[in-house]
């Protein structure tokens, strides 16, 4: 489960501007979630409408803990196996199948999950794609639109990854964005804030932190908002502080923090900006190497992010930071022709935001600044049509100068 989370939390579930082919939605589901927070039981009942029709077979991926299977609709029969950690439901469809239903139920979370992130007890219920609560399309490339109805038997408070209303015991969520997820946190009560284009949900039973994080937050939203917002500025967001110091995470506009409390004000605007940035840098296929152009340029808009507010020295910090950190280690090289492969985080967040340091040394920051509110604004989302945008803004040599530098991982 490890191996697949970090994977998927590592990246922003989120559509770009513009329907790229593997991330238009291939689904729209229809759900009904039933959560018992006192016993960690749950029992799901949804409806899929399969967009396109399919025909032959259809595998999912869903929790190991849940039973009870039924599968209905346009369907000539199903099996459970395993996949990994995980149970795979392999689904025979009819010819041109347009729909298919899925219950289950069951006790998700025998034990907690390492990194906490989804729960369900007397506090809160939290739930992601991490923990597999919802049948999910075992070639991760499923996109789907959702309109899920949650009842926590109680009149709890929600935030997700989406359109929320509040109903007597649960909420609405409702997802127009194809996504691969639907994420949420509901709970008794959130201390809530409503600043300026977002809204804190709090977690915590004190304040500790929290305005210093207005500051960042009021930062990157300025920041981002006057390079790259012109045409598509950030929507209202949602951020969740939890009460956990690990484990945060990005869902469209629903941002989850962990305790702020005794975070430095320049990791808050490098990991704010980051996250925020994730609305423009979000469109290249996170299961392939074209994520180092997501997460890459999300960080290192982050750092620059950081060296606009704290200064310049701050930003050196930082970066003579990544380079100890991928000093020695053996990288693969962040982009090659030909290649397809994932890279490892260090390559991503690390190795590729110092390329792109590289880069901005090499242009000057103008050209640099113009590359990358291309590279945000057009919604590039592969590495050849980065370069080609590179050789319009700053020549065939910058060109070739960076598609030499990306094909090593410590330049
Ligand atoms: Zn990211």
Redesign the pocket.
């Known amino acids: 489960m490890r191996v697949l989370g970090l994977l998927l939390l ?1 990246y ?1 579930l989120t559509a770009p501007s513009q329907a790229t082919p593997f991330d238009a939605p291939v689904y729209h589901y229809q759900g009904a979630l039933k959560v018992d927070p006192d016993t960690g039981h749950i029992a799901a009942d949804w409806q899929i409408d399969l967009l396109a029709g399919q025909s032959g077979a259809l595998t999912f991926v869903l929790a190991p803990s849940l039973g009870n299977i039924a599968v209905s609709g346009d369907v000539t029969g199903f099996e459970t196996g395993e996949q990994g950690p995980f149970q795979s439901l392999t689904i025979q469809l009819e010819d041109d199948a347009r729909q298919i239903g899925i219950r289950y139920d069951g006790v998700l979370l025998p034990e907690p999950m390492d990194n906490d992130i989804n729960a369900i007890s007397p506090e809160r219920v939290e739930l992601t794609i991490d923990s597999f609560w919802l049948p999910v399309d075992a070639g991760f490339r499923g996109f789907f639109t959702a309109d899920l109805t949650v009842d926590v038997g109680a009149a709890w408070r929600a935030v997700a990854n989406g359109e929320v209303t509040q109903l007597p015991t649960g909420a609405r969520i409702i997802n127009s964005g194809p996504s691969l997820d639907i994420a949420f946190t509901l709970a008794p009560d959130f201390r809530v804030s409503g600043q300026e284009g977002y809204t804190l949900f709090d977690l915590r039973d004190h304040d500790e932190g929290r305005d210093r994080l207005i500051v960042a937050a009021d930062f990157c939203l300025d920041y981002l908002n006057a390079r790259f917002g012109a045409r598509d500025p950030l929507p209202q967001i949602s951020f969740v502080i939890h009460r956990r110091s690990e484990s945060a995470y ?1 869902r469209r506009a629903y941002i989850t923090l962990t305790d702020i409390s005794d975070t430095p004000d320049d990791r808050l605007t490098q990991f704010v900006c ?2 925020l940035a ?1 609305h423009w840098s979000a469109g290249a296929d996170f299961m392939t190497v074209e994520n180092w152009l ?2 890459s340029f ?2 290192y808009t982050g750092v620059m992010a950081l060296r606009e507010r704290h200064g310049e020295a701050a930003f050196l910090d930082r970066m003579n930071g990544f380079r100890d950190q991928v000093a020695g280690q053996d990288l693969p090289p962040v982009w090659v022709p030909g290649a397809t492969e994932r890279r490892p985080y260090l390559v991503n967040y690390r190795a590729e935001p110092i390329a792109l340091w590289h880069l901005e040394t090499c242009l000057g920051r103008p050209a640099f600044e113009a590359f990358l509110v291309r590279y945000m604004v057009d919604g590039i989302d592969t590495t050849p049509d980065l370069l080609a945008m590179l050789e319009e803004v700053a020549g065939t040599e910058a060109r070739d100068w960076f598609e030499g530098r990306l094909a090593v991982s410590d330049g």
């Open positions: 590592t922003v990005n980051h996250e994730h997501n997460e999300a960080e």
